[in-house]
Structures are given as structure tokens and as C-alpha cells.
């Protein structure tokens, strides 16, 4: 998540794989939260969040992506 907001590109990242594991993710709270709830709960919401801002950084860098191309066009 860091070198995403670093890198400032979305080179090298796979949106469907974000979102299989972003899937997993809402699916392992599902469960934990229809069949067990205990404090791996809190450990897969934390890993939740972090691959959300992943997916958000991964369109802010690939709008980056595309405004650098372009400049890269014209000059």
C-alpha cells in the first residue's frame, strides 16, 4: 500500500486480483460474523481496509498512468 502511494503508478498491479482478495476478505467477515465471532474479526477488517486504499491508489495511479502518457504524446 506504502509503494503504491510512492510508486505513483499502477504498473505491476492486477485490479482482479485486488478484488478476489477484497471478495475473501468480505467473505471471511461474513462467516466470522454468522458463526463465530472472535479476534481474527478485527485482523480481516485491518486487511480489509488496507486493500480498499490499495484499490483507490490503484485508480489514482492509473489516472496518472494516463496523464503521463499523454504528456509523454504532446511534448
Known sequence: ???SYRMRTAKGKSLPF???IFV???SGITHKLLYS???VLIVYIINL???S???L???RNRKLDRQEER???VG
Open 71 to 73: 504528456a509523454e504524446k
Open 24 to 26: 475473501g476478505y468480505i
Open 49 to 51: 481496509l488496507m486493500v
Open 57 to 59: 491508489l490503484y485508480f
Open 18 to 20: 485486488l478484488i478476489a
Open 37 to 39: 465471532r472472535d479476534l
Open 1 to 3: 500500500m506504502v509503494k
Open 53 to 55: 486504499v490499495d484499490m
